[in-house]
């Protein structure tokens, strides 16, 4: 049996959120919403201890959300996959609290609720977007 756990912006935490709550947070986003306490939102999805996977959800309200995921197996990173939207991986912006991404990181955020949701409902990528894995970003870009 899965667990997932959705931890908001301001930090309050959901156990087992319904995949369409969190979908619609990131498809109509509010600045007031996203702006609470750090800024950004994570989801854990654990099924099969010692391995769990995240998604960390950052927003540019300009750009659309930065998406990173992660395999991590004994509290270690084994793997990492970032969105990717288009080819702009040179330029950076702010996302939340000093955290600077390459703009072609961002993903609209219709797609960013899709790729949300199949997360939560599976534990896995979503192939509603293209991922790009970390080594890929060029040296003037940031992840």
Known sequence: MSRVVY???SGKTIQDPEPEFVRQLI???TERYWNEGGGG???EYVDAPPLKRTILILPNLNFGFYLQYSQLRDGK???TWLSLNRDRLTEVAECCEEWFASLGLFVPSAEAAIAVEDFIRTGELSGAITWIQPSEIPPDGNW
Do not use: L, V
Request: aromatic residues 0%; charged residues 35%.
């Open 7 to 9: 931890r908001g912006p």
């Open 27 to 29: 498809q109509e986003p």
């Open 41 to 43: 939102a994570d989801i």
């Open 77 to 79: 990173i084994i793997d």
